[in-house]
């Protein structure tokens, strides 16, 4: 099943370029060259309107829709909730003697864009070339506020080439925006108007009731007229702009988004406050927001650039991975969370899955802790809804869902939002990692602690005991790979059960050593008893796991090792993606599974097993793994380059840092695959830098691929700023800031300071 590359933009250190323009790649474009800042996102759409094959696309963090679905039976969900797509508010008309600009129809040369990483602003420039023989050049910026979660900026520059005279501009806020997905738009204009120069209108969704207050100043002296247009669900401004020949007139367009989802302010409230921040926020200008974005970017690339040496196609890679991550999430929203494709395309529906914790938040964690913090923020936040989740599935609880934008469950197909039970396993575990990693003891005990007790309620009256092994476990059940359906004692859910269990009653028996008060007022306020903690105690301790002891291979689940054999290299190119082109029902009837299983809790835990265990699961599951997911190579890369397979590694990683660069999945066009992109981070961390941060401390094991001649990555631990840097013959580890720190590097333990030390590079024996 090879994955090939579809590439067609140019290779640089600090950008994506793409020189020419190509219709049939345009969707894919628009993805790659998407702006976001966590609150907002906007694709790389033509603001001028373009008649080819584009999605518009115009999104804010947790702004949603919702639509009925038919339930028949008690516990499958009633409705569904997704990202809505919004205003365009970067729309723009563009008309020179009566020609309409619209690059599906005009004629143009020298088409250029690029992102720059280190300004996070999106150029685009090309000659139109208009019927009576004049040539218009043009250039357009936009931005995405980093510093200011509500502003976007667009700049547009005019320069007649070889005429003098005018052009006519339309500029303004469309609402009536087609959410593609459903065929239809979900906006009505509540209010519009004009307060001193800010012209703005609010939005209200049809179901939801969910409110956006959008606003935009103006700047172009060169205009000769300024004239108010309002249309249904639009308001804006028409003018004509005075042009000469060889020289530049500059339109500049700043806009301030307001969000408003929970329905606590009255629509007038809204407008007021709307209209604060866009007078505010929009009166220093392009040119200042421009320079607030490049120093934002000079401080994140300061602290969480990875340089790698000798490889420049990976180099650009995760640089766009580390830029793409920092503009989907960087905490200053507290409450927000991760879509699957972010805030660049509908697909998934903008939903959050388990992919959050358990792919995105190690990046968080080790270069943005905030972040981290807030991302577990939205787990306490929703966890009312995943108290409500488990009654109806005839649970006692929390139940957290495997798909949501609001903290309830949008997944309409049953075999996933009711079998799926592993996502809070993955909130616990992340818990978990961000408290051992950050040493946040506070928010475990002031908000964790309450989740992990109702974690671990849900997964006590989930879970039953087998008649004939007398074991505890998990019958009917989909596990991470999505190939296994309805399936009993799945190992990776049973095991992450067991662990969950255990850190469950360990962090309660710290909180009744260390604040007595404070465990008390917390039993007493969820009636938690210790016979229900015994309770616990005993289904972890005969938790069943299972594992043939003479092979040492955990069984994904039971019967597994009965299960038809399918040889996956036989599988034809042509009937991929499966989901496609094979019967929905096919696809459950063999050993051949979806993405790592057994291997993820191996390697989310890798303490707990030995070398040789990893070897035999992994020569096992490999060629069993069909990678339909984009999550799945960099698992196994990771655990390759552990277990000394470094050939094999970087053929997994080859198209980790470039999967939607390259368009390898076929797919980019829907949008970016955000936890992918967060995966390919952790397989050079986790890969090539042997990190791992299961235990007490963390843990340096690293290697290199061949053909790098040395690479370098930063990490946050506990306070320090960490800098490894590794080449062909050596490792050198230094704490910047933050004081000394102890790591484990090479299984030998180490204190590492602003000197730092260095080790001999060291080969992982291949197993």
């Known amino acids: 099943m090879p994955k090939i590359a579809d590439r067609y933009l140019h290779i640089d250190p600090w950008k994506v370029v793409e020189e020419g323009f190509d219709r049939g790649r345009n969707r894919v474009s628009e993805s790659i060259f998407s702006l976001g800042n966590e609150y907002m996102g906007v694709r790389g759409y033509p603001e001028e309107g373009y008649g080819g094959d584009s999605l518009l696309g115009s999104y804010f963090n947790g702004l949603f829709e919702e639509s009925p679905v038919t339930a028949h039976y008690k516990g499958i969900i009633k409705s569904l909730r997704f990202m809505v797509n919004a205003v365009d508010w970067l729309h723009t008309r563009i008309e020179l003697d009566g020609e309409p600009l619209d690059l599906a129809e005009s004629r143009f040369s020298g088409f250029r864009r690029e992102l720059d990483f280190r300004t996070g602003i999106y150029t685009r420039e090309f000659v139109w070339h208009l ?95 300024n004239k108010p247009v309002q249309s249904d669900r639009f308001i804006g401004r ?36 709307g209209m604060e921040h866009a007078k505010r926020y929009t009166r220093d200008g392009y040119d200042a927001a421009a320079a607030e974005q490049r120093a934002y970017w000079a401080g994140v690339w300061a602290d969480s650039d990875i340089v790698i040496e000798g490889d420049p196609e990976n180099q650009q890679g995760i640089r766009f991975c580390i830029f ?20 660049t395309g509908e697909a998934y529906r903008g939903l959050a899955f388990w992919d ?8 968080y964690i080790f270069n943005n802790p905030k972040a981290a913090k807030s991302l577990l923020e939205f787990r306490y936040k929703t966890l009312p809804e ?105 190992c990776y859910i049973n095991f992450m059960a067991k662990k969950l269990f255990e850190y469950t009653l360990e962090v309660l028996g710290e909180l009744q050593s260390e604040s007595p008060a404070a465990y008390g007022e917390l039993a007493f306020r969820l009636g938690l008893t210790e016979e229900e903690q015994d309770d616990w105690r005993n289904k972890a301790k005969h938790m069943k796991i299972p594992r043939d002891d003479r092979t040492g291979v955990y069984e994904e689940h039971d019967g597994f090792f009965d299960l038809p054999h399918l040889d996956i290299q036989s599988i034809p190119v042509t009937e991929f993606p499966l989901y496609s082109h094979w019967s929905y029902d096919r696809l459950y009837r063999y050993d051949m599974i979806k993405q790592p299983d057994v291997l993820m809790f191996m390697f989310l835990y890798s303490g707990e097993f030995t070398a040789e265990e990893k070897r035999m ?6 060629p069993r793994c069909i990678h339909e997911s984009s999550l799945s190579p960099s698992i196994h ?10 050939e094999e590694a970087y053929k997994f990683f080859e198209f980790a840092t470039r999967l939607d660069l390259d368009n390898y999945n076929r797919n980019t066009r829907e949008g970016l695959h955000t936890t992918s992109i967060a995966a390919a981070w952790m397989n050079i961390v986790y890969g090539f830098g042997g990190m791992r941060s299961d235990g007490d401390r963390l843990s340096l094991s690293p290697s290199i691929p061949e053909r790098w001649t040395g690479y370098r990555f930063p990490i946050t631990y506990r306070g320090a700023k960490v800098f490894v840097e590794v080449d062909q013959e050596q490792v050198s580890i230094r704490a910047a800031s933050g004081g000394e720190v102890e790591m484990t590097v090479y299984g030998e333990i180490c204190r590492v300071d602003e000197t730092g030390i260095r080790v001999p590079l060291r080969k992982a024996a291949v197993r």
């Open 131 to 225: 019927a009576g023989g004049k040539d218009l050049k043009l250039s357009f910026e936009r931005l995405v506020s980093m510093k200011v979660s509500y502003l976007g900026c667009q700049r547009i520059t005019f320069e007649p080439l070889n005429f003098s005279g005018t052009v006519n501009v339309r500029t303004g806020l469309d609402f009536a925006v087609i959410h593609e997905d459903r065929e239809r738009g979900y906006w009505e204009a509540i209010k519009e108007g004009e307060e001193s120069g800010i012209v703005a209108m609010l939005g209200q969704t049809a179901t939801t009731g969910n409110r956006l207050f959008s606003a935009f100043r103006i700047e172009a002296p060169d205009a000769l007229e």
């Open 637 to 646: 890369s990771i655990l390759a380059a552990e277990i000394g397979r470094s």
């Open 386 to 490: 995943a108290l409500k989740r488990a009654k109806e599935l005839d649970c006692e609880g929390a139940f957290y869902p495997i798909a949501t934008i609001d903290g309830t469950e949008s997944c309409d197909l049953w075999q996933h939002s009711n079998l799926q039970l592993h996502v809070g396993t993955a909130v616990a575990y992340g818990l978990r990692h961000y408290v051992s990693m950050t040493g946040d003891k506070a928010f475990l005990y002031e908000k964790g602690a309450e989740m992990l007790i109702q974690i671990s309620r849900f997964y006590a009256t989930r879970g039953q005991w087998g008649q004939k092994t007398g074991q505890f476990g998990y019958f009917g059940v989909m596990g991470p790979d999505e190939f296994q359906l309805m399936v009993n004692n799945n």
């Open 324 to 343: 793409q991550l920092y503009q989907t999430y960087h905490g200053d929203n507290p409450g927000f969370n991760i879509g699957a494709k972010g805030l």
């Open 356 to 363: 959050t914790e358990s792919y995105c938040l190690p990046f």
């Open 617 to 622: 699961n992994y020569d096992y599951y490999e």
């Open 238 to 273: 028409d003018l004509v702009l005075k042009l000469t020949q060889g020289a530049r007139t500059v339109l500049d367009k700043l806009v301030v988004n307001v969000a408003q989802k929970d329905g606590s302010a009255t629509a007038d409230t809204v407008w007021r406050t």
